[in-house]
């Protein structure tokens, strides 16, 4: 079983729709979380960075961290096609040994 | 602001040959990582340096090896190229390993 599971899709909305994406996770010493979305051809690009459990909001985004569940969430509100890409999950241990461990990725359609 | 800058964007090499991925990090930023991400796959932690030392290790294969330079710059040098090397290369920096990495656009090698 990877550490880290994350449904790969494709997950297809219309426009203006909220989306929710999730991972799973089973290592219990991961304490940084983050999300990354990814343009075909393109370099990870960070959108979100959670330290504890809770929601963090920026703009349109939104990331939830539930640590007791291990299970972590991204919504995208007022969702546009521009967001269409794949969105990857990463976690981090304390000090960062091992680098980040990241979710397969989710690709996202976001349908005008 | 200035970015993660790689070089090459693109590189053909030939089974057996040797390739050098050049990664210029974020000024300031004083942890490199390398990263590898097959098609349709997860970005898969190689190797980081931290102030010029290597810091920490993944899955990087014997064939490959990497250093920084006092200019904080990066190279990963990978030898005997096999047909399985072909993907993308991502270099990535922060400043201290507790924030989320930034990512460059990355090197496409391709292997023939």
């Known amino acids: 079983q990877k550490e880290v599971e994350q449904d790969p899709g494709p997950l297809s909305v219309p426009e203006g729709a909220i989306v929710s994406l999730n991972c799973t996770y089973s290592?219990?010493?991961?304490?940084?979380f983050m999300w990354y979305r990814q343009y075909s051809r393109k370099g990870p690009e960070l959108l979100m960075y959670?330290?504890?459990?809770g929601n963090k909001e920026d703009g349109r985004f939104t990331a939830q961290v539930d640590k007791s569940s291990k299970y972590i969430s991204l919504f995208i509100r007022d969702s546009q096609p521009s967001d269409s890409a794949t969105y990857l999950c990463?976690?981090?241990?304390?000090?960062?040994?091992?680098?980040?461990?990241f979710g397969k990725g989710t690709h996202l359609i976001i349908q005008p | 602001a200035a970015g993660v800058i790689q070089s090459p964007r693109h590189l053909i090499k030939e089974k057996r040959e040797t390739a050098t991925l050049k990664c210029y990090p974020i000024p300031r930023h004083d942890t490199v990582y390398w990263y590898q991400q097959g098609p349709g796959q997860d970005p898969q932690f190689l190797i980081s340096f931290y102030e010029k030392m290597q810091s920490d290790k993944g899955s990087i294969p014997d064939r490959f090896s990497a250093q920084q330079f006092s200019d904080y710059h990066s190279e990963l040098n990978m030898s005997s190229l096999e047909l399985g090397d072909s993907a993308l290369y991502f270099c990535?920096?922060?400043?201290?390993?507790?924030?989320?990495?930034?990512f460059g656009s990355g090197t496409r090698l391709t292997v023939v």
């Open positions: 959670t330290y504890s459990s």
């Open positions: 990535a920096s922060s400043r201290r390993a507790l924030y989320g990495y930034t």
């Open positions: 990463a976690m981090m241990v304390e000090g960062g040994a091992d680098g980040l461990t």
């Open positions: 290592n219990s010493a991961f304490q940084y």
